[in-house]
């Protein structure tokens, strides 16, 4: 009996867990865009042009909203920078300062992925950006499919590109 009661106390604990979580992740991205996606179009840290609309032709798009003073965002970015191999995958550093900076701060923490720095916050926040971290999914049609803030895995990330290509 005391197994039983521990299991359920511990099955309680998660589902209350992922309530707020969720409702933490919700209340911070209640702002991002739903529906058709901003457009996006400006130069990575090195000088390339990104263009979201062109990127959505071949696929889902990863949108992730970073800092290098952001706390959080040393635990998500790697998993980001994994995704990125595999998937087409933009990032945002938001008030990081200089392009030079931002990519040496990338190349210091291993991170591989294309960089649009922001250093007044104007782009992130035309995307009504409230936190960092935050991603937003966005289809092949360009329609923003799914948004989080916080903390995310990169199990959870992957899923969330799977249902947008589909």
Excluded at 25 to 38: D, F
């Amino acid at each position: 009996m005391k197994i039983k009661s521990a299991v359920w106390s511990l099955a309680k604990f998660v589902v209350l867990a992922a309530i707020i979580v969720s409702s933490v992740s919700w209340y911070h991205s209640r702002n991002m865009p739903k529906g058709q996606a901003p457009e996006l179009l400006a130069p990575d840290i090195n000088g390339l042009p990104v263009s979201l609309q062109k990127m959505t032709q071949q696929g889902p798009v990863l949108i992730y909203f970073w800092a290098t003073w952001c706390g959080y965002c040393r635990v998500v970015s790697p998993a980001v920078s994994d995704l990125a191999s595999e998937h087409q995958v933009i990032t945002i550093a938001l008030q990081s300062g200089t392009p030079e900076e931002v990519a040496t701060y990338q190349q210091q923490h291993s991170l591989k992925f294309r960089t649009i720095n922001d250093p007044s916050g104007a782009l992130s926040n035309s995307w009504g950006l409230q936190v960092t971290p935050s991603i937003a999914i966005v289809d092949s049609e360009g329609k923003v499919s799914a948004v989080t803030s916080g903390m995310t895995s990169k199990l959870g990330l992957k899923a969330r590109l799977w249902l947008a290509d589909r």
